[in-house]
């Protein structure tokens, strides 16, 4: 299943899918995606792997109940080491979810993206923007 999260900050574009026809497209922020990231989570004992984010975000997974035993993250230099390691985490198999943070994705790394997590069968969620951790006024 994938996710794709773009616009304005904490806000998200969603789009996901399993192995069947499931698409969801819908706007919600990355602390209104914390509760289904646990559940998705809880559901085995593989890695989460976050890719880009920040330690904001990490400490926000373990507060919602993410072991931080199972948290893997991966920082990348740029746009382009933070594209491959996501599709590299995907095609590996080895995490339950890979949460990356990369900013506006050319149509082809979607593609690839969107392929690398259905032959996984990995859920993955694609941020556009970081969360703010202190409220914008």
Do not use: C
Request: glycine letters at 6%; hydrophobic letters at 40%; charged letters at 20%.
């Amino acid at each position: 299943m994938r996710h794709n999260y773009q616009q304005h900050p904490e806000s998200l574009f969603a789009e996901s899918w399993t192995t069947g026809a499931e698409v969801e497209i819908g706007n919600t922020r990355f602390a209104e995606a914390l509760p289904r990231l646990h559940s998705l989570a809880l559901r085995t004992s593989e890695w989460i792997t976050v890719i880009g984010g920040s330690r904001d975000v990490i400490a926000r997974l373990v507060a919602a109940g993410v072991s931080r035993t199972r948290i893997r993250w991966v920082s990348g230099r740029d746009q382009d080491h933070r594209e491959w390691a996501t599709e590299q985490a995907l095609l590996a198999g080895t995490s339950s979810l890979v949460l990356s943070f990369l900013d506006d994705i050319a149509p082809r790394m979607e593609q690839r993206l969107k392929m690398a997590s259905k032959v996984s069968h990995t859920h993955s969620f694609v941020f556009n923007e970081l969360p703010s951790s202190t409220p914008l006024h």
